[in-house]
């Protein structure tokens, strides 16, 4: 199950080919967040097909990047068949779907490349991704992604979604775990400069204003059904604090 988690995170021994520095604590470093409009980190990854990759290989294309582990029962597998729907609905020579694992210890290019064959994985749309531990974690950090181990090996993270410009800065943030895949297709269709579906980009971007709101206690619900919801709750506890109030001047 994946909640939401701030500024913590426990670390198991990892293989050879994923390890990285280990000289000191990896968090007494100071990770500078990529906001909105900033340049994503050059980091190299590991994707399904054994290939070392950059997200500057696909410099030109609108990216969506999710964040995923190959041992999740939860979100994770929801996210990637969201993804199949994606890879269908936006032209493969403007976008390239993104997951990057957040459990490289695990996550080994053969466990990625079984788990690419599992769910269909389109290479030419579409990328797993795993690599070096140490840089994996940089890279999540600066885009705001928050890992702890629970007993079992069950990862607790929170949810983002994220769509990359062609020029490689990061356009839009979406941290809201119900997101649909044809409001997901219009923001990047938006950010790719290709016409898109106003009423879709409306509902994703009320689904992120009132997850700000509610901190992610409508998890699951997604933009006009989420607004409805606040203001439905708004308007009961309005009506209920006018009866007690009349009530209690009436005593």
């Keep these: ?47 399904q097909a054994g290939r070392a990759v ?16 190959t041992h999740c029962t939860d979100q994770c597998p929801l996210v990637t068949n969201k993804f199949a729907r994606l890879a269908t609905m936006l032209p493969h020579d403007r976008f390239r779907l993104v997951e990057v694992s957040i459990d490289p210890a695990r996550d080994t290019p053969d466990v990625i490349a079984r788990y690419a064959r599992e769910h269909h994985v389109d290479g030419s749309a579409w990328s797993v991704l795993t690599g070096d ?70 509902d994703l971007n009320l689904g992120k204003a009132v997850a700000a709101i509610c901190g992610g206690a409508l998890q699951g619900r997604a933009g006009l059904g989420d607004a409805i919801a606040v203001v439905a709750i708004f308007a009961i506890a309005g009506i209920v604090a006018f009866i007690i109030a009349r009530k209690l001047f009436a005593g």
């Design 1 to 47: 199950m994946a909640f939401a988690v701030v500024g913590l995170s426990l670390f198991a021994a990892v293989p050879a080919w994923a390890a990285g520095p280990t000289n000191g604590n990896p968090f007494d470093r100071v990770v500078q967040g990529v906001a909105v409009g900033g340049k994503l980190p050059a980091t190299r990854f590991m994707d």
């Design 133 to 202: 531990a140490d840089a994996l974690d940089l890279f999540e950090r600066s885009l705001g992604i928050s890992v702890v181990t629970a007993p079992g090996g069950e990862l607790l993270h929170n949810e983002r979604t994220v769509v990359v410009a062609p020029d490689g800065t990061l356009a839009s943030v979406i941290d809201e775990a119900g997101w649909t895949p044809e409001q997901v297709a219009a923001e990047a269709r938006h950010v790719e400069g290709l016409p898109s579906n106003p009423f879709a980009r409306l």
């Design 54 to 69: 950059s997200l500057a290989d696909w410099r030109g294309r609108t990216l969506v990047i999710a964040f995923v582990y």
